[in-house]
């Protein structure tokens, strides 16, 4: 079990206590409510091994691997262990455990199940049996643990009601068929397989519970991945509330209706976007959202729902339900089990690009959706745009991502997805000169740059929204080059691109404020948090932090992670070098982490403050300066005491502010007063100036927010 909680709510928190009983080699349960967090004890699972709940013995991942794999999954035989009720008029909920009646409707599912697959005949098997992707299939884990099928995504109770609902969808398809001819059948059963398809995504093996809130079921594609879970919520697909068939219909009649007013109508055709059918200059607008190196498996993922559309529509549909997966050769993706590489990607996103120019009308319009967080990605999508003989005019960002979504948490995943909107490059022989771009690109940066934070366009989204401008200036030549000929790369051009925009997002982060005398650590830090926030106040979807000090979490839980090449592209413009400030990031597999102030412990107190005890103390020494001059040094005492800074401690306008927040967040208020008062800290003005912009900068909810808070609720008071 990954977690034994079951609600966690302001007013009521409720879990499970395990009982466990060696002699009878099991464990039972019992349900506590209004408990506190110390007093459920942790899952019995962690990083793949279990530790059984009665000998403390850990089974290895391998192990545990192993007997899920001999299991299929282990869902056709997951143990009951709660049941929860929800009363549609009042609201209510409650928790009960599993009596007798429950296991044995369990059982009763599962050998029903068993009796209608060896009954059924058909072309198809009643429940999916065609097999999961390779084992290493980009964003599947699930093979490992024996599920090869994917019917073996779903517990027997739940197959049982999709099967069951598959097999009554027909009948009324069967029925409609026979008393109409006007495709009313098709209309009507296609729209129930699509909430048959909905359903399922609430109704498999991978659906957890969200105990936050008290909430119910997550679905099944949580994340656009299939990642093992441990243990799993099975809701009733006929329930009053939450995620169940009645609310797939309404869903689905809410969503015709409200296109059913539109006046016109459409053609889809499936195809190649390296192949299009359309002939020469055939549209007037091309539009895009490609997909992004080895993000998502679209073709691998999508075959949970098709192969449930081929048990309910396939023979309304055969031309687009004829494989029984699927197509995945010419699919434009990063995936090594595939074979297909980086440059396969480039190479195919490229001939894609070129086609859509193709069909495009000289006087038409293109956009290209784009949300990839990596620089590389950008400069590859854009070197396609630009070969393919595209000018880019503009870039947009418009909010199409959910901000809970999991793949925004702690990471600078982007919150909207940038537009960047293309013409047809007309002078296809056009040489620009180097110098002329040069000197054009920072005032485009500065036109563009305020428009955006106007809109509250803040961080990442803002960094890849002035891409447009910039790439307009370039991309309106088929060739750029020196005055001694050379062709300028792409690549080139946006290192320069890269240092515009950073340094415009720091005139824009300390607006109103002079920055002069900051140190670099200081300007990356401000850089770094912006890039990562994603509302002007800092309480955006990105980059959030686990509290590594409150948490007892090793070094390196918490953070603000970028990916290393965008960390890179920052530092570079700022004239700094991630590799030179190691007391300030970490860079580790591909990633940059900009380390919680709890981490910089030892660069800014000189020596290893792990070690000492909260509230110890030490003799005082004669000297009562916090920090002083090393000749000064006569005696160290503790840093939470009236201790001196050992010499090699940090000394630049970022390390004060992180000491002082320190000193607040171990409560020490004389040594902070000390520290901001007579060491004269906080009578240099460069220190507050550099302390507003992190304040609002810093994510809520972090232990960095709230002891910054403190310190300035000192100044007020201190006279400063």
């Known amino acids: 079990m990954r977690s034994l909680w079951l609600a966690k709510k ?15 080699a099991r464990v039972d349960f019992e349900i506590i409510e209004d408990v506190r967090v110390r007093d459920v004890a942790d899952g019995t699972v962690r990083r793949g091994s279990a530790t059984c709940p009665c000998c403390g013995f850990t089974t290895p991942v391998a192990s545990v691997r192993r007997q899920l794999k001999a299991r299929r999954g282990g869902a056709a035989d997951a143990r009951m262990v709660t049941i929860r009720r929800d009363d549609p008029k009042t609201g209510d909920r409650s928790y009960r455990l599993p009596a007798e009646r429950d296991l044995e409707a369990v059982r009763k599912a599962a050998e029903e199940l068993e009796k209608r697959k060896a009954a059924h005949v058909g072309a198809l098997s009643l429940v999916p049996d065609e097999p999961l992707p390779p084992q290493g299939t980009l964003g599947f884990r699930v093979q490992l643990y024996g599920v090869e099928r994917w019917g073996d995504l779903f517990a027997p109770r739940q197959a049982l009601a999709l099967t069951a609902l598959a097999r009554l969808m027909c009948k009324a398809g069967e029925k409609l068929a026979d008393e109409h001819e006007n495709g009313l059948a098709t209309a009507a059963q296609t729209c129930l397989a699509l909430v048959l398809d909905r359903l399922a995504d609430f ?89 992004y190196y080895d993000a998502v498996p679209y073709a691998d993922l999508s075959d949970f729902f098709i192969v449930w559309l081929r048990r309910t529509v396939g023979n309304f549909h055969p031309d687009l339900l004829l494989d029984a997966l699927s197509p995945k050769e010419d699919e434009c993706i990063v995936d090594e089990v595939k074979g297909k590489d980086k440059s396969f990607f480039e190479n195919c996103m490229a001939r894609a690009m070129v086609e859509g120019r193709r069909i495009l009308a000289p ?42 979504r999991l793949r925004a ?50 961080g990442a989204d803002a960094i890849f929204s002035c891409l447009g401008p910039a790439m307009e200036i370039f991309s309106r030549y088929s060739s750029v080059e020196k005055a001694s000929g050379e062709p300028v790369t792409l690549k080139e051009y946006m290192e320069y691109v890269w240092a515009a925009v950073t340094n415009e997002a720091l005139d824009t982060i300390f607006a109103g404020a002079d920055a002069t005398g900051f140190e670099e650590d200081a300007r990356l830090t401000a850089m770094w948090l912006w890039t990562l926030s994603a509302s002007a106040n800092g309480n955006g979807n990105g980059g959030t932090q686990a509290d590594a000090s409150a948490s007892g979490k090793a070094p390196g839980a918490g953070g603000f992670a970028l990916e ?54 030490k003799e005082k020494t004669k000297q009562t300066a916090l920090f002083g001059e090393p000749a000064d040094f006569e005696e160290e005492t503790d840093i939470r005491g009236d201790q001196k800074m050992h010499p090699a401690a940090g000394t630049t306008v970022l390390d004060r502010i992180h000491q002082a927040m320190l000193l607040f967040g171990d409560g020490r208020s004389d040594a902070l007063k000390r520290f901001l008062v007579d060491d004269g800290v906080g ?22 927010r709230r002891w910054i808070e403190g310190v300035l609720a000192r100044k007020k008071g201190l006279g400063l």
């Open 409 to 458: 948490q702690n990471s600078a995943a982007l919150a909207s997805s940038i537009h960047l909107v293309c013409r047809p490059r007309q002078n296809t022989d056009s040489i620009g000169e180097w110098r002329d771009v040069l000197h054009e690109l920072p005032g485009r940066i500065h036109e563009w740059m305020p428009r955006l934070v106007e809109e509250n366009i803040v």
């Open 564 to 617: 290393y090449d965008a960390a890179r592209k920052i530092a570079q413009g700022l004239g700094a070098h991630l590799e030179n400030l190691p007391h300030l990031v970490e860079i580790k597999k591909g990633k940059a982490r900009l380390l919680p102030v709890e981490e910089r412990r030892q660069h800014l107190f000189g020596k290893d403050e792990s070690l000492v005890p909260r509230d110890s103390k």
């Open 10 to 24: 302001n007013k009521r928190s409720v879990a499970l206590r395990m009982i466990p009983k060696p002699e009878d």
């Open 683 to 704: 009578l240099d003005g460069r220190f507050w100036r550099l302390t507003e912009p992190l304040h609002k900068l810093y994510p809520g909810g972090t232990s960095e």
């Open 363 to 404: 006087n038409g319009i293109g956009v290209v959706v784009f949300a990839h967080k990596s620089t590389s990605g950008w400069e590859a999508q854009l070197q396609a745009m630009v070969d393919a003989g595209w000018t880019v005019t503009g870039s947009w960002p418009i909010d199409t991502e959910r901000p809970g």
């Open 203 to 291: 109704n498999s093996s991978l659906c957890v519970l969200n105990v936050v809130g008290g909430r119910g079921v997550v679905h099944t594609f949580g994340r656009q991945a299939l990642p093992m879970v441990w243990d799993f919520m099975e809701t009733n697909p006929f329930n009053d509330v939450g995620a169940n068939w009645i609310a797939g219909t309404v869903a689905f009649e809410v969503t015709t209706k409200n296109e059913s007013i539109l006046n016109e109508s459409g053609h889809i055709e499936i195809g190649s976007a390296t192949t299009h059918l359309l002939p020469d200059d055939a549209t007037q607008c091309f539009f895009t959202d490609p997909p």
